[in-house]
């Protein structure tokens, strides 16, 4: 049977219409992050992207003009979420536009190359910490910078993977980080719950990025999904991850918080054989 065509699904234009969505984590056109931007352009939602470092920031300048003239001047803001500083002067900037968001993406992760093989029995502390602090802490930093710029009805989405809560050999530390930043998604849920706002996670299924592909075995992983996953023989695209995303910034999606929502073609749902 011939899988169906991600081109059958048409675009929303009112979903997201008149919201204003933070996504950070577009390194290039392959990020899951870009493919979220370009879901929420297409539903009819506004973006504000951030960039790490210089050379990313002029890669998303040329993706912009992509995007349909309305939304090639989206600010462009600088983010290393290790810094607090940073995210107080993107806060900052937001708040001189007069924009009030609606949503936030954290589409971040990193872990160095060398934890990403081997045994996680040789994980050092200083590469424990690090996939930590950027792939998970970074969440609840986020949160607390631009909630206050977020009103009820307000929705964040985290980029998060299997490899969370199941062995994914060559995973390893950036299995524990992920552990951690679903815990987080959990609590800031009841936190700012009572502000209205909502706060999920996307567990995406392997997918070719510059992040991916510094996994061990990603090809593996991939090969895996598209030959046992309920919906078996499809390559499982960023724009599936990203339309899943767009539909939690969603009001559709008003009384879910604090899940995580799995898009791999239902491969997490399968038992052994
Ligand atoms: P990617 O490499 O395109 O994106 C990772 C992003 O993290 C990059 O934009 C990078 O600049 C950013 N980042 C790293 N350190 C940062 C820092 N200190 N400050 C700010 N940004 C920083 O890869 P991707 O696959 O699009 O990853 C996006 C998210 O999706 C990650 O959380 C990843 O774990 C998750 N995810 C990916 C897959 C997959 O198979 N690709 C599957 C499930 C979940």
Redesign the pocket.
Known sequence: MTPPSSGIFSSHPSLLAGRHILV?????R?????AVVRSVVKNGGRVTL????ES?KSTIEKLLEELPEENRSSLLLP????NDQDMAEVAERLRSEGITLDGLV?????AKREELDGAFLETSRDGFLLAQE??AY?LVALCRAFAPLMGAGSSVV????LGSERIVPHYNV?GAA?AALEASVRYLAYDLGSMGIRVNAV??????????RAIKG?SD?QKAVSDRAPLKGQELT?EEVADATSALLSPLMRAVTGEVLFVDLGYRQMGMF
């Not at 950070?24 to 290039?28: F, I, K, R, S």
């Open positions: 950070t984590g577009v390194a290039n392959w990020s899951i992050a870009w951030t960039y790490l470092g990313q983010l290393d979420v290790k954290h589409s971040i992760a990193f950027i792939s970074s985290a980029m998060t993977y950036m992920k567990s995406a299924g392997p997918i070719k990025t510059a992040s991916g990603f992983m960023s």
